[in-house]
């Protein structure tokens, strides 16, 4: 967006006129209970964690509290974060969901997915793959680069395709706050 345009989330520059604006949404499934306006975190299958770790929006804030009992099973529109969104048209894209139009349908197929990545490509297994994806999640274990998941003492070579934090993110609802480490390395 360009300066001239309203930015939600911001106060409006004295120069602000009316205007309209795009906003990304989706329909999604809570997995608990919520108000309007409570923010959520994506999970699969199009479901919402409300209040998690990692928001991605919003439920949306029109709905009338006294009509709408939001419990976990209900049906919303989710109102994605402003300037969240990587493209837009009237399809999105944004970080915390996948290039397909859906996440993996279920955290089996995605510990699947991870399991096999483990067993092909060159680190220590999965245990130990995903103990060190959440601890760089966590932010208590950035090795000496953010571009790399880093083993002292065992081998690890090779690249992190994207679909590994899709999957690691439908298993554990957990995603870095920044950048995804796209390689693994050693000091073996």
Known sequence: MSDNHP???????????????????CPGV?????????PVSVLADGQFLPN??????????????????????????????????TSL????????FSDSPMLPD?????????ETF?????????EALMEKAEAFCDGTDVGWSEEYLH??????HG??????WTHFFVLTAKKPGGEVPSGFSCSC
């Open 159 to 164: 690249n992190i395709p994207p679909e590994f």
């Open 118 to 126: 483990a067993n092909e490509c060159d680190c220590p297994g999965y």
């Open 151 to 156: 083993w002292d003492g065992e081998d690890a």
């Open 89 to 96: 048209r009237h399809e999105w894209t944004h970080p915390a």
């Open 52 to 85: 998690g770790n990692h928001p991605v929006g919003i439920v949306d804030p029109f709905l009338n509290r006294s009509r709408h009992q939001l419990v976990a099973g209900s049906r919303v529109w989710i109102l994605l974060n402003p300037g969240s969104i």
């Open 106 to 114: 279920s955290k089996a197929e995605s510990k699947r997915w991870i």
């Open 7 to 25: 930015k939600l989330g911001e106060l409006p520059p004295e120069s602000a006129a009316r205007d309209a604006i795009h906003m990304a949404v």
């Open 30 to 38: 809570l997995t608990g209970s919520a108000y309007p306006g409570s």
